[in-house]
């Protein structure tokens, strides 16, 4: 694939747009570091995140929207929550809140969990492409996984050149630092990372801040899941793959992303049925296979 690196325009954000529009995903300038978006509607394009970066495992994405407006048509926001967006948004600042039933995000993007990291940017080029849009966009960091976050469109280059189809150039972000991320699920407020957003003003906005910690960031069905699986035993969901079929495919064609993109949703599907226990069919461990694989082993544990 190749790579083009455009300046700033707007002739370039209609070009991205139209690029995340049909799914695929484009690296574009905030605040605080390079991220790289896609429609967080589309769960293949979300997927297509995953194999860019070569990320190891799903976690969940932030969602970057234009306002708090569109925020909240996504997630619940309880007064502390609001207080917070109200003071500091837009800039770098994500708030974990419950996720709205009615949001159409897809569940890849939230790694299956009933929360969601909300974001408004403040950084033009971001905000222009989520107008351009109409589409809340997950946007991790451009970089491939376990690399430097990339502060300049050289470093998005150097990392994901080949990857993925356009880079948008504003020069070096401002801040050069992941967003403050604050978790307000109810209770306490909880700083989740550190970042541009000193806590003590989410302190000041009337959440206490416990330590820092991690959100629990791992989906896993209440039934048994057996990994592996050719057929499926008695009282069991069976999740296919490829030849193997079962109550539920990943992917019939065994397209890894299409496989990557269903994974949650199925995994709910088979955590819901009347079966007792869940089987998945064999993954191969190439490309986005071993991310799928690491989230059924951590599911099975």
């Known amino acids: 694939m190749e790579t083009r690196v455009l300046p700033f325009t707007d002739e370039t954000v209609a070009e991205a747009a139209r690029l995340i529009l049909v799914g695929e995903s484009v690296a574009v300038p905030t605040e605080t570091v390079y991220g790289l978006a896609a429609d967080a509607t589309n769960a293949e394009a979300v997927a297509r995140i995953y194999k860019a970066k070569g990320r190891p495992g799903f976690n969940p994405l932030i969602v970057h929207v234009p306002d708090l407006v569109a925020a909240q048509s996504i997630g619940q926001f309880?007064?502390?929550?609001?207080?917070?967006?109200?003071?500091?948004?837009?800039?770098?600042l994500t708030l974990v809140v419950p996720?709205?039933?009615?949001?159409?995000?897809?569940?890849?993007?939230?790694?299956?969990?009933?929360?969601?990291?909300?974001?408004?940017?403040?950084?033009?080029?971001?905000?222009?492409l989520l107008i351009a849009t109409g589409r809340p966009l997950?946007?991790?960091?451009?970089?491939?996984?376990?690399?430097?976050?990339?502060?300049?469109?050289?470093?998005?280059?150097?990392?994901?050149?080949?990857?993925?189809?356009l880079i948008i150039d504003d020069g070096?972000?401002?801040?050069?630092l992941e967003s403050t991320i604050v978790a307000a699920t109810g209770g306490p407020l909880r700083l989740l990372r550190p970042g541009p957003i000193d806590v003590k003003a989410?302190?000041?906005?009337?959440?206490?801040?416990?330590?820092?910690?991690?959100?629990?960031?791992?989906?896993?069905?209440?039934k048994p899941l057996r990994l592996n699986a050719s057929s499926a035993a008695a009282e069991e969901f069976l999740i296919g793959f490829g030849d193997i079929g079962g109550d539920a495919s990943l992917s019939p064609s065994g397209n890894l992303v299409e496989a990557a993109a269903s994974l949650f949703d199925l995994l709910h599907q088979a955590d819901a049925s009347g079966k007792r226990r869940i089987a998945v069919a064999p993954v191969p461990e190439t490309d986005l296979g071993a991310a799928i694989n690491d989230r059924l082993r951590r599911a099975a544990a």
Do not use: C
């Open 78 to 92: 309880e007064d502390s929550a609001l207080t917070l967006a109200e003071r500091h948004w837009p800039g770098p």
């Open 99 to 128: 996720l709205r039933d009615d949001a159409r995000i897809a569940s890849i993007v939230t790694a299956g969990l009933p929360t969601i990291g909300l974001r408004v940017p403040a950084h033009p080029a971001m905000q222009a």
């Open 138 to 165: 997950a946007a991790p960091s451009a970089n491939s996984s376990g690399s430097i976050s990339p502060t300049r469109a050289e470093h998005v280059m150097k990392s994901l050149g080949g990857r993925i189809p």
């Open 172 to 176: 070096a972000t401002e801040r050069g």
């Open 202 to 222: 989410a302190f000041d906005a009337g959440g206490r801040i416990e330590a820092p910690g991690q959100l629990a960031s791992h989906y896993a069905p209440t």
